[in-house]
């Protein structure tokens, strides 16, 4: 609950993180505030907030194969950990990628780096990251896929809740969203601490890409991917704006044609441009790093900052099945702070639906 209070010059103080109870006057600013964070946000049924007091910083990574270690790296360089646990079921290379990280101790902020296939290592970590899992091989079908997957999760899941019951988990092993839910179901976590990386890196190319047909920063272009990882993705352009000014609106206003072909075609290269990469060095992972950096330093640091990130999306627009997939979401210390209200358009809304619907239709089909 926000509290106001008079400080020693006689000026009004606006505390919007007290706990005091408070009342405002009906049409006051405090009160607009309250009202308006009230209808913003919703939180997820189920959640559970954590102790927030400011603790050991410790991450685990699982997994260490190019995702992981692009992970453990940007966290490293970017002074988020104070203890890193890296676990793989491969001993030579879980061992050579510690020592590689711990060589570069003279040029690195201070953290402990720690390795071991024993899961005990990952005891008391705050945020566990999971990376591991099989790569979808040609011909293979989507659920053969998940499937693979969802053993492989039946080995990390329940050793990470008896080391680390506390732990905030995010999922980045592909696919997904389907991977998020299943990892929700093992963990037996509250929905607010289980989350996947879901389209926070679609949208951040989503904002590239409109950032340099448009020669201006990526920081000024905001705009979202929501639903579905991947190709049935949902670019809500009725909300993309250039420095708070709605893209779509300009273009009307100023006269300048733009067909669903153009936005589609758009859609399609930011689609594509995951595949582009992959193509031409075999694998994704900076990006991916950087993007779950973002996330990891938004949850140990409170930063209330909005991903698209993928959550229990069941009574958001219209979906009804319980479902992971991709909305804005803001983050915090207890993972999942509340999903944005976003306004959608009947499209835009029939498109996420359609999405939600075809992933519960994979999940009926695995073996939890």
């Not at 926070?200 to 448009?214: E, G, T």
């Not at 582009?276 to 990006?287: C, D, F, P």
Request: proline share 4%; glycine share 8%; aromatic share 6%.
């Amino acid at each position: 609950m926000a509290t106001a209070e008079t400080n020693t010059n006689g000026k009004i103080v606006f505390d919007s993180k007290s706990e005091a109870k408070v009342e405002y006057a009906p049409e006051s600013a405090p009160k607009l505030a309250l009202e308006i964070k009230k209808d913003l946000f919703q939180t997820l049924p189920g959640s559970c907030p954590l102790n927030t007091a400011k603790g050991n910083w410790k991450i685990t990574v699982v997994g260490v194969g190019n995702v992981g270690m692009a992970c453990a790296q940007t966290i490293l360089t970017q002074n988020l950990a104070d203890e890193l646990a890296l676990v793989d079921v491969e001993p030579n290379k879980l061992r050579g990628e510690m020592l590689d990280l711990q060589h570069a101790a003279a040029f690195l902020p201070r953290a402990k780096i720690v390795a071991d296939t024993d899961y005990k290592i990952t005891a008391g970590s705050a945020i566990c990251i999971v990376t591991a899992g099989a790569r979808q091989k040609p011909g293979e079908s989507r659920l053969a896929l998940v499937q693979k997957n969802v053993s492989i999760l039946k080995s990390i899941i329940p050793q990470i809740v008896k080391y680390s019951p506390d732990a905030i988990l995010l999922i980045i092993s592909n696919p997904v969203d389907a991977l998020t839910y299943v990892s929700w179901k093992l963990s037996g976590f509250p929905a607010n601490r289980v989350l996947g990386s879901g389209t926070n890196l679609d949208s951040s190319r989503f904002r590239w890409l409109l950032a340099d047909h448009l020669d201006v920063n990526a920081h000024n272009v905001h705009g979202y991917l929501i639903g579905e990882h991947g190709d049935s993705s949902v670019p809500v352009w009725s909300t993309v704006n250039v420095g708070g000014v709605s893209l779509l609106q300009f273009l009307k206003d100023n006269g300048t044609p733009c067909s669903q072909a153009i936005l589609d075609e758009v859609h399609k290269k930011v689609v594509d441009g995951a595949y582009e990469v992959i193509q031409l060095k075999g694998y994704t992972s900076w990006a991916i790093g950087y993007s779950v950096a973002s996330l990891v330093k938004c949850l140990l640091r409170d930063q209330r900052w909005i991903h698209p990130v993928s959550v229990c999306a069941k009574g958001f627009h219209g979906i009804e099945d319980e479902v992971f997939l991709s909305l804005p979401t803001q983050l915090g210390s207890s993972g999942v702070v509340g999903v944005l209200n976003v306004p959608l358009t009947d499209e835009e809304r029939k498109k996420l639906q359609q999405s939600a619907q075809t992933l519960a239709a994979v999940q009926a089909e695995l073996d939890i």
